[in-house]
């Protein structure tokens, strides 16, 4: 099973959150999407789905930013794929082309249980348990354009 972008930018972004001394800590879509090698616009809308979930709370202005809830903390990263994936089966057998073998097919089945396993998995962690001090290291390291090595 492969994550979307999507989820994948949504999971970096509670991560570095995580690392954060919370709310007193400001913190920027800005500053994620640097850090995590992606695109401004899709990391503040995955920020946006995960403050619309609970998991993040963002203040406006000037020294605003944004931060991890206690939800964000404790919920489960399994909860957490499963909101940001939604409610999507990992194959496809019905809609404008279904598949012909449908009605006589266990693959579906089995996928499906894999998917929970999957899930499972992850819902034996939080955000919290997959950040250590590497990654503390690795997010509080300066930001230095790429532009910077352009005459290496």
Do not use: H, W
Request: glycine share 8%.
């Amino acid at each position: 099973m492969q994550l979307s972008r999507f989820t994948d930018l949504g999971l970096r972004a509670l991560m570095r959150l995580a690392v954060s001394s919370g709310a007193e800590e400001r913190v920027t879509v800005k500053l994620i999407a640097r850090q995590v090698n992606a695109s401004e616009n899709y990391v503040a809308k995955a920020v946006s789905k995960l403050a619309e979930l609970g998991f993040v709370e963002s203040q406006r202005g000037r020294t605003g930013g944004i931060f991890l809830t206690a939800a964000g903390r404790t919920t489960t990263l399994g909860r957490i794929t499963r909101a940001l994936e939604g409610d999507c089966e990992v194959i496809e057998c019905t809609g404008d082309n279904p598949c012909p073998l449908a009605g006589a097919c266990n693959l579906r089945g089995a996928l499906g249980r894999a998917q929970e396993a999957f899930y499972a998995e992850l819902d034996r962690y939080t955000i919290m348990d997959v950040v250590d001090q590497r990654t503390v290291d690795l997010l509080y390291m300066p930001y230095i354009p790429s532009a910077a090595f352009a005459n290496e």
